[in-house]
């Protein structure tokens, strides 16, 4: 992955994915500087001018130890290095390393392509405010060109939406940008468009009506040439005007959920809190946690799979123990119908894209068997409308914290439960003529669904043994577990 540089929202560096620590927001101004100037040199008494508004006594000594601290930094990768010339500094890098540089070489890929994908790569990698935190009068300068440079791409973007019939999801991206730019008259002509197609021609006239006002109040000037023209055309009902929403954009509907399992019983406590909190109170994440065996996987495709009516946008699914971030969200992407060509080559614009991607649909995503918080952080979507069940050893109490993730913890099946498990695959002829042995296997697997099931399957391949003889061969409990499920290898994803 190598080194990732962000200017679009928090001055930050990661390398192979892991934050980098570039020190306090004098340092980050430093570094912000050499990377807008990326691969070109920057004199010193430029970056002086430019870090600070009123240059402190003894400036340049101050910035040779932030340049040395950075130096320091950057040591743990080969990708990015500061270099002195006589001409000042440079940083050393890829340029499509730096989000801000990949922006705008993604845009005028987009632009000349017309390609939805990487119009939503391109401005999925703005994270917030670009340069956040960072205050000089060079500063504000570029982040009003970022700034600009975003809004450019977006009418484009909405440009080729309306031409490719897309005008029913324009609609809510306009609306929200027209209360940011109300006096854009580019953007009022595209969403009084979108709104005539969607059928809401009251709208795209009070849009009108709103935008001559408020030109006449604060410029004293009249609506241009265009704006007024689509007006007077939507008043006579030009059919021109709709001539160009026949072209629809058919997403993807993804169905990634694996087979359930063929039986399942017991867990109606768990099954109704799944209920009661993504489906009633429409939390975001679930967190289903509990030993090796205990059957975390076959609750979470049971439950999906008959709440499939939920989400009509379809179902995601990664096994992380197979998966990693980087190519869960591969497949992820390719499922929603993103081309191999306009795929991400790192992580946070794939991230950046499926979150995008994902944003207001009804979907489920389920990550099974993730270790550790950093493992789901990136596969979690940015939008309210989306659930996600998570599935863990351990409780991941940072999801709770940090997103209101509900935990379930899961207990062993109660005795009836694990009874019930066992009579479904043997049959109720062949438990009921043995119930001390199946009492006694019942008890020695600890009530495991992993481990019914594989005495289950031990007792079919063996119909001729009767099941006090496989319930002695068992030993003691924690014998059995041990036997039955040699944690962490065996694989989980059969467990009923």
């Known amino acids: 992955m190598g080194v990732e540089f962000k200017l679009l929202g928090d001055v930050s560096c990661r390398v192979d994915g892991v934050p980098l620590d570039i020190g306090h927001r004098r340092q980050r101004s430093v570094l912000a500087v050499l990377l807008v100037e990326a691969n070109r040199p920057v004199p010193v008494c430029r970056l002086v001018d430019r870090i600070w508004s009123t ?31 006589a001409s000042g500094y440079c940083l050393a890098t890829d340029p499509m390393c730096v989000d801000a540089h990949r922006f705008a070489r993604l845009a005028a890929r987009a632009r000349s392509d ?6 939503d790569v391109a401005l999925g990698l703005w994270q917030g405010e670009p340069l956040a935190g960072l205050e000089s009068p060079w500063f504000d300068a570029v982040r009003a060109d970022l700034r600009r440079q975003r809004l450019a791409l977006e009418l484009d973007r909405n440009d080729v939406w309306l031409r490719t019939g897309r005008h029913h999801e324009l609609l809510p991206l306009v609306c929200s940008m027209t209360d940011a730019h109300p006096l854009d008259e580019r953007l009022a002509h595209q969403f ?15 849009r009108f009506d709103a935008i001559r006002v408020r030109l006449a109040d604060e410029l004293g000037a009249d609506p241009g040439e265009a704006l007024r023209v689509l007006h007077r055309r939507m008043l006579a009902a030009d059919p021109v005007l709709s001539m160009r929403s026949t072209a629809v954009v058919h997403r993807p509907v993804p169905r990634q959920l694996p087979l359930p399992p063929r039986l399942f019983v017991g867990r109606s406590d768990e099954l109704s809190a799944l209920d009661e909190h993504l489906a009633v109170r429409r939390q975001v994440i679930a967190v289903l946690h509990g030993p090796c065996g205990i059957g975390k996987t076959a609750l979470a495709l049971w439950w999906a799979q008959s709440r499939a009516d939920l989400f009509p946008d379809g179902q995601l699914y990664t096994d992380l123990r197979a998966d990693n971030p980087f190519t869960a969200l591969h497949g992820f992407l390719d499922a929603l119908g993103v ?4 795929m991400p080559s790192d992580l946070a614009a794939r991230a950046a894209l499926y979150r995008s991607l994902v944003a207001g649909r009804r979907m489920l995503v389920v990550l099974d068997h993730a270790a550790d918080r950093d493992q789901v952080l990136s596969l979690l979507p940015g939008s309210a409308t989306n659930t996600v069940i998570v599935t863990s050893r351990t409780p991941l ?30 049959g109720e002829w062949r438990v009921a003529g043995e119930p001390g042995a199946v009492k006694t296997i019942v008890a020695r697997c600890g009530g495991l669904p992993l481990g019914l099931c594989t005495v289950a399957a031990r007792a079919l391949t ?35």
């Open 55 to 85: 240059a402190p006594l003894r400036a340049r000594t101050t910035l040779y130890g932030y340049v040395h601290h950075l130096r320091r930094a950057l040591d743990v990768t080969d990708d990015a290095r500061v270099v002195t010339g």
């Open 114 to 119: 017309s390609d939805h994908v990487l119009f």
């Open 192 to 206: 009084m468009l979108a709104a005539y197609r969607s059928g809401r021609q009251d709208v795209a006239l009070h």
């Open 462 to 496: 063996r119909q001729d043994v009767s099941l006090a003889v496989i319930s002695a061969e068992l030993g003691a409990p924690l014998a059995v577990r041990r036997a039955l499920i040699p944690w962490p290898h065996r694989p989980e994803v059969t467990a009923r």
């Open 397 to 426: 109490s940072a999801l709770v914290i940090m997103y209101g993730a509900h935990s379930i913890g899961l207990q062993p099946l109660r005795p009836d439960d694990a009874r019930q498990l066992l009579a479904g695959h043997l």
């Open 339 to 342: 081309p191999p060509r306009s």
